[in-house]
């Protein structure tokens, strides 16, 4: 029997009104997060950490004892891409936090909206650099607030056997790309040409205005569940045997998903620093800003999420439906051709002296988008339907982190561009990809029958239990 759509009419392309909300929302969200994260890693190695700067970062001096201890004494690339990858993976980890908040206490939309307000103040607060430290906590925690909620506000607008969910998360993907896109071309021509704290400036400018999309569409929103610790003793949720093997499933892929990410998120780490003195990046004899690179990137995912939906889509009609986890793997695959590309490319450069062109960065980042569009919708629409409902908050908050995981070895990898050849640190990504693909066919092949859209409606159905 098919379920009522929570949602209401059909109002945004065929989907519920709340998914034009939630999606522009994310869109502004993202050009803040990708707008302040695209300067970071340059911030961090042209200016913050030079000296006559360092001195004026409040408990930096502790921060930096701290890394080295941990991993010796780093030099400046090191340090910015280990502070980088900190940030990157918190940004991933408190979701899990988030998700528990709205679950038990405030609700999914209260959270959210705290969470807005969290990125507002630490987005402005970045354009001190002594308070640089106390403004990336303010990030760390406002998108952990955000983050699983909104996403988890998609999966209620449709009722279990709904088929849009998936193009529902594709549609929320396009819109991540559309304000990545936005944010190079914004906060990072103002940070780079007229001064960093224009573009974090810029930044703090479109989360505001993310929220104010948010809030204007409240109405449409789906409600919220009643958090579990104001529910009735009557009310209170159990899972059953079967929604604990979907969780541990879903569990068990997240390190094999953080795999999959790591190339996809060293873009915007050590790929920056290597293309801002191995690229060619002279477009009709004057060289464009690096970060511009990160929007040839985001045109790139909107084109491949794009295509590759129309693609499934025409196979589908055919009878060619491969599963989310066919699917995942084939993504790893093209990240591997991707990498494969940067390695011979930059090897090709050394030896004979020259650049990378722009040429081939461009069809680099066509097979990495084509990967990404192939992992991270797919993932996220796997999570959101094989997930329990009575805790899905929760497990969307948990699937970041694999991005927590990705964007901490991310940076920890990072620093080892100075120790490598270009040719040799590349290469080692498409392992890293290949690897990836071999664990998610592996994973997908011993729990088919759980992650199964054919699997029995109670391993996907919280009942509740009477108590006294």
Known sequence: MKLARPGGPAGFFGHPRALGFIAVTEAWERFAQYGMQTLLVLYLVDTLLQPGHIESVAGFRVVRDALEALFGPMQTTALASAIFGIYGSFIYLTPILGGFIADRFLGRTSTVITGSVLMIAGHFLMMSEAAFLPALLLLVFGIGC??????????????TDDARRADAYHIYTLAVNAGVIAAPLVAGTLGETLGWRYGFAAAGVGMAIGLGVYLAGQRHLPKDPAPKVRARRAERWSLTTGEWKSTFVLLALIPVLALAAIGNQQMFNAYLIWSDTSAALEVFGTRMPTTWLITIDMLASIACLLGVMWFWRRMATIGIAPTEI?????????????????????????????????????????????????????????????????IVST????????????????????GWLDRLDASAFWLMHAGIGLLAGIMVLAIGGLCRRTLSAEAPASMHRARPIRQG
Not at 395 to 414: D, P, Q, S
Request: glycine residues 12%; proline residues 3%; charged residues 5%.
């Open 146 to 159: 955000f983050k699983g909620n909104l996403a988890a506000q998609i999966n209620a607008l449709y009722g």
């Open 326 to 390: 066919t699917r995942i793997a084939i993504g790893c695959l093209f990240s591997v051709a991707a990498y494969v590309l940067l390695a011979g490319a930059s090897w090709m450069a050394d030896a004979e002296g020259t650049k990378v062109g722009l040429a081939t960065l461009v069809v680099f980042h066509v097979l990495g988008s084509t990967a990404f569009a192939h992992i991270y919708p797919v993932s996220l629409a796997l999570y959101a339907r094989v997930s329990p409902p009575a």
């Open 395 to 414: 497990m969307m908050g948990l699937y970041y982190l694999h991005l927590f995981l990705a964007n901490g070895t991310t940076g920890w990898i990072g």
